[in-house]
């Protein structure tokens, strides 16, 4: 609701889609990435793709990461420090499997040392299918992602 009088122009907002709307378009992801689709990764945050007009940008932290893009191939033994990073994020945390080895152990989910899907060590909010995927699904999965943070309702409380 907008409010304009002679003193200016005041708008009226619910708490949560102002916070909703701030934490969508101000999303940093952990900078995280274990084989072939890291390029891709990378090349949608060069300068073709632009992420950063999204509100989206890379941080090399757990701790000052909204989001995790899981870029690759999963091993067993990388699993534990997949596991480690998010935990290490500060909720409200969000996961992105981002290609075929990620989502599902891709062509070496016959190994016995590759995890059949990242979901089997972490909750995954996003999937992105492909070998390795285009940047544009990328950004289309972040778009995604940031529907679903803007949906969420934090500060609804019981109306006793």
């Known amino acids: 609701m907008v409010l304009k009088d002679g003193l200016g122009t005041v708008i009226l907002a619910p708490v949560d889609f102002v916070s909703d709307w701030a934490r969508a378009n101000s999303m940093w992801y952990l900078l995280f990435a274990t084989a072939c689709c890291g390029i891709e990764l990378m090349q949608t945050g060069g300068p073709r793709a632009d992420l950063d007009r999204f509100g989206v940008v890379f941080r090399s932290t757990p701790r000052q990461s909204d989001f995790m893009i899981i870029a690759g191939t999963i091993t067993y033994k990388m699993a534990l420090r997949v596991r480690q990073l998010y935990e290490q994020m500060a909720d409200p ?14 062509l070496f989910q016959g190994s016995y040392n590759v995890v059949k899907g990242v979901d089997k060590v972490i909750p995954v909010d996003v999937y992105i299918p492909g070998c390795p995927p285009r940047p544009e699904a990328l950004t289309e999965g972040i778009l995604t992602l940031q529907k679903k943070i803007k949906r969420e309702r934090n500060f609804v409380g019981s109306a006793a």
């Open 93 to 106: 945390k969000y996961v992105i499997s981002m290609g075929s080895c990620a989502n599902t152990g891709g």
